[in-house]
């Protein structure tokens, strides 16, 4: 089935440097959506890329959508404390009633 | 908020048991998803539905059973319960499109002595 490559597992930041989580498709996505998940808490949606090179920002949270809409990136700039959790990309493939993929996800710890 | 529920969140219970975890959304959404979920790892998709009397498989192998006999609806059942079953699971719902943002319940801690 189709698989969607989530790097890196871990990433383990100091307060105040960045973090980037990629998700990469061998095939070609309808839509990508990234997802974050608090320790102990549920996936909360994030936001939905549609366009091929499209960037969207919410505050400090970069997203990126590939030109060949293959992958995609969150990047987060000065990392604060409250960003700690999982970061899951979750892969549309197109059709009607097609499931989201989700990668393994990203974890991040942030040392204050 | 998204209105999706879970019960019960947190379940400790004997080998050999029969359980139904429930869940229930008010979105109107027609598809709805349970995961299986070890603290911090992947979501691991044991079941989904289309809409009412609409059940399939997921990617992951499970032992539980789910039924969808109401758009809201959409309980998991494990009729012996078993200590490899201790898990989270979480419950999603979202609208039919591939598009469409899936909306995850508060989960439920499961535990099998």
């Known amino acids: 089935g189709q698989q969607v490559m989530q790097i890196p597992q871990y990433q383990h930041v100091q307060e105040g440097e960045d973090f980037t989580t990629y998700c990469n498709s061998s095939?070609?996505?309808?839509?990508i959506q990234w997802y974050k998940q608090r320790p102990g808490g549920h996936p909360v949606f994030l936001i939905q890329?549609?366009?091929?090179?499209e960037v969207k920002k919410q505050k400090r949270l970069t997203f990126q959508f590939g030109e060949a809409k293959k992958n995609s990136s969150l990047h987060i700039t000065a990392t604060q404390t409250t960003d700690v959790g999982t970061y899951f990309c979750?892969?549309?493939?197109?059709?009607?009633?097609?499931?989201?993929?989700f990668g393994k996800g990203t974890k991040l710890s942030v040392k204050p | 908020e998204a209105d999706i529920y879970q019960t019960p969140r947190y379940l400790v219970i004997g080998t050999g048991k029969k359980i139904t975890l429930e869940c229930s959304q008010t979105?109107?959404?027609?598809?709805m998803y349970w995961y299986q979920q070890d603290p911090g790892m992947e979501l691991h998709l044991i079941h989904y539905?289309?809409?009412?009397?609409?059940?399939e498989k997921g990617d992951l192998s499970s032992e539980s059973t789910v039924s969808r006999i109401r758009t809201e609806h959409f309980p998991l059942t494990l009729e012996s319960a078993r200590p490899s079953h201790t898990s989270q699971y979480l419950c999603?719902?979202?609208?039919?499109?591939?598009?469409?943002?899936?909306?995850f319940g508060p989960g439920t801690r499961l535990t099998v002595l």
């Open positions: 999603a719902s979202s609208p039919l499109s591939s598009r469409g943002t899936q909306y």
């Open positions: 095939t070609t996505l309808s839509n």
């Open positions: 890329l549609v366009k091929s090179g």
């Open positions: 979750a892969a549309g493939y197109g059709g009607s009633q097609g499931n989201l993929i």
């Open positions: 979105m109107g959404h027609d598809k």
């Open positions: 539905s289309y809409g009412v009397n609409s059940t």
